[in-house]
T-cell receptor
Framework: AQKITQTQPGMFVQEKEAVTLDCTYD???????LFWYKQPSSGEMIFLIY??????QNATEGRYSLNFQKARKSANLVISASQLGDSAMYFCAMREGQIQGAQKLVFGQGTRLTINP | GAGVSQSPRYKVTKRGQDVALRCDPI?????LYWYRQALGQGPEFLTY????????KSGLPNDRFSAERPEGSISTLTIQRTEQRDSAMYRC???????????FGPGTRLTVL
């Protein structure tokens, strides 16, 4: 069974608009972590944001925020005021289990975001 | 720089040769991970270490793949008797005890001819 599902293979958005990238996950663990990474055409993997399953508030990092809906098992990434430099592949990932002895990440298939001028 | 470094960045080898890929994690990071990424897909877990102990090697495809981190810092992923299907981007990542982020290196692009 797919643990991380990203249903949008590609998205096209006008510059300066907000964009939401979808991510749903599947786990029976109570303790887990959710991550978003950006992979531009240069190939690097850039960490964007983290949400722990017990975190009471949605995570925010600058223009990035994570819309965490635990009951629906969704962890959507919201990018406000999109910029041309946001064009990239975006991956959602999950770590199951306790942080201590931090464990492997399981990645989704990714969403390719294109920002149009 | 203070980030994760990997070497070599590109490796072209002939089928049947052994290759060793090196990862130097962020200073002080206790956990180190190896992933493999095919073109257009997300990284897939291979193995990870806490300090020098290999905690999970369930993602290693077969016994031609091995990894070590003898002093709890630099790690080497070794592929013996390489095959064309081993061609991929091999990525290393590291994290601190907080586990709230894994930071990736630039990767080694392996091509097996």
């Amino acid at each position: 069974a797919q643990k991380i599902t990203q249903t949008q293979p590609g998205m096209f958005v006008q510059e300066k608009e907000a964009v939401t990238l979808d991510c749903t996950y599947d786990t029976s663990d109570q303790s887990y972590g959710l991550f978003w990474y950006k992979q531009p055409s240069s190939g690097e993997m850039i960490f964007l944001i983290y949400q722990g399953s017990y975190d009471e508030q949605n995570a925010t990092e600058g223009r990035y925020s994570l819309n965490f809906q635990k009951a629906r098992k969704s962890a959507n990434l919201v990018i406000s005021a999109s910029q041309l430099g946001d064009s990239a592949m975006y991956f959602c990932a999950m770590r199951e289990g306790q942080i201590q002895g931090a464990q492997k990440l399981v990645f989704g298939q990714g969403t390719r975001l294109t920002i149009n001028p | 720089g203070a980030g994760v470094s990997q070497s070599p960045r590109y490796k072209v080898t002939k089928r049947g040769q052994d290759v060793a890929l090196r990862c130097d994690p962020i200073s002080g990071h206790v956990s180190l991970y190896w992933y493999r990424q095919a073109l257009g897909q997300g990284p897939e877990f291979l193995t990870y270490f806490n300090y020098e102990a290999q905690q999970d090697k369930s993602g290693l495809p077969n016994d031609r793949f091995s990894a070590e981190r003898p002093e709890g810092s630099i790690s080497t992923l070794t592929i013996q008797r390489t095959e064309q299907r081993d061609s991929a981007m091999y990525r290393c990542a590291s994290s601190s005890t907080s586990g709230r982020a894994q930071y990736f290196g630039p990767g080694t692009r392996l091509t097996v001819l």
